[in-house]
């Protein structure tokens, strides 16, 4: 098993494009593929445009986002402001199991 972490400091740097980027390669190489977006900010869950649904697809999720892009809070602010706000807090433990 082969784990990738991509992070970046800001918004709009190319995070979700560079994960789609190599989900998408790891698909076509044969590869089983599971890509996640633990947390998202200033969407809606059902989005399908939103970065979560993106990096789903690119990695050949189908159905429900739930594994994928699990946590959509529509304030968009720092995703612990944002939980905060909405009242739902973030399951750290949740995420990585």
Do not use: N, Q, W
């Amino acid at each position: 098993m082969i784990r990738l972490g991509i992070t970046g400091t800001d918004t709009g740097v190319g995070k979700t494009l560079a994960t789609c980027a190599v989900s998408a390669a790891g698909v076509k190489r044969g590869y089983r593929v599971a890509a996640m977006k633990p947390g998202e900010t200033g969407v809606e869950f059902d989005d399908p445009d939103r970065d979560g649904a993106r990096i789903a697809r690119a990695a050949g999720h189908i159905g429900s986002l739930d594994a994928a892009a699990p946590i959509a809070l529509p304030d968009p602010v720092a995703p612990l402001v944002a939980a905060r706000r909405s009242g739902r807090p973030i399951d750290l433990a949740a995420l990585a199991a």
